[in-house]
Protein backbone atom coordinates (compact mmCIF):
# COMPACT_ATOMS: atom_id res chain seq x y z
CA UNK A 1 0.00 0.00 0.00
CA UNK A 2 2.73 2.49 0.60
CA UNK A 3 3.60 1.91 -2.93
CA UNK A 4 0.58 2.83 -4.28
CA UNK A 5 0.38 6.29 -2.09
CA UNK A 6 3.86 6.73 -3.33
CA UNK A 7 2.58 7.30 -6.74
CA UNK A 8 -0.82 8.49 -6.54
CA UNK A 9 0.52 11.33 -4.11
CA UNK A 10 3.01 12.63 -6.72
CA UNK A 11 -0.01 12.23 -9.80
CA UNK A 12 -2.95 13.59 -8.11
CA UNK A 13 -0.54 16.75 -6.96
CA UNK A 14 0.93 16.76 -11.13
CA UNK A 15 -3.00 16.82 -12.48
CA UNK A 16 -3.59 19.94 -10.18
CA UNK A 17 -0.52 21.76 -11.25
CA UNK A 18 -1.07 21.19 -14.60
CA UNK A 19 -5.13 22.13 -14.24
CA UNK A 20 -4.43 25.32 -12.92
CA UNK A 21 -1.60 25.90 -15.48
CA UNK A 22 -3.95 25.69 -18.38
CA UNK A 23 -6.85 27.32 -16.50
CA UNK A 24 -4.40 30.50 -15.87
CA UNK A 25 -3.38 30.34 -19.15
CA UNK A 26 -7.15 30.29 -20.45
CA UNK A 27 -7.96 33.44 -18.22
CA UNK A 28 -5.23 34.80 -19.54
CA UNK A 29 -5.91 34.31 -23.29
CA UNK A 30 -9.46 35.13 -22.99
CA UNK A 31 -11.36 35.70 -26.26
CA UNK A 32 -13.56 32.19 -27.06
CA UNK A 33 -11.53 29.73 -25.48
CA UNK A 34 -11.15 31.95 -22.01
CA UNK A 35 -15.09 32.00 -21.90
CA UNK A 36 -15.53 28.30 -22.87
CA UNK A 37 -12.60 27.17 -20.61
CA UNK A 38 -11.31 28.81 -17.85
CA UNK A 39 -14.70 28.28 -15.53
CA UNK A 40 -14.58 24.65 -16.11
CA UNK A 41 -10.82 24.21 -15.51
CA UNK A 42 -10.95 26.18 -11.84
CA UNK A 43 -13.93 23.73 -11.38
CA UNK A 44 -11.79 20.73 -12.13
CA UNK A 45 -8.78 22.39 -10.36
CA UNK A 46 -11.00 22.15 -7.08
CA UNK A 47 -12.33 18.71 -7.22
CA UNK A 48 -8.32 17.47 -7.98
CA UNK A 49 -7.66 19.52 -5.09
CA UNK A 50 -9.88 17.87 -2.88
CA UNK A 51 -8.39 14.10 -4.48
CA UNK A 52 -5.15 15.52 -3.79
CA UNK A 53 -6.34 16.41 -0.48
CA UNK A 54 -7.97 12.86 0.67
CA UNK A 55 -5.57 11.11 -0.96
CA UNK A 56 -2.50 12.46 1.17
CA UNK A 57 -4.92 12.16 4.39
CA UNK A 58 -5.96 8.41 3.43
CA UNK A 59 -1.36 8.29 3.24
CA UNK A 60 -1.21 9.65 6.58
CA UNK A 61 -3.54 7.58 8.14
CA UNK A 62 -2.59 4.32 6.79
CA UNK A 63 1.23 5.23 8.05
CA UNK A 64 -0.20 6.12 11.98
CA UNK A 65 -2.27 3.19 11.85
CA UNK A 66 0.48 0.63 10.79
Do not use: C, E
Not at 27 to 48: K, P
Amino acid sequence: MDTLFNILIPVSLAAVLITLMVGLYALHRGGDFGRSYSNRLMRLRVLLQFIAVMVLVAAFWWKARG
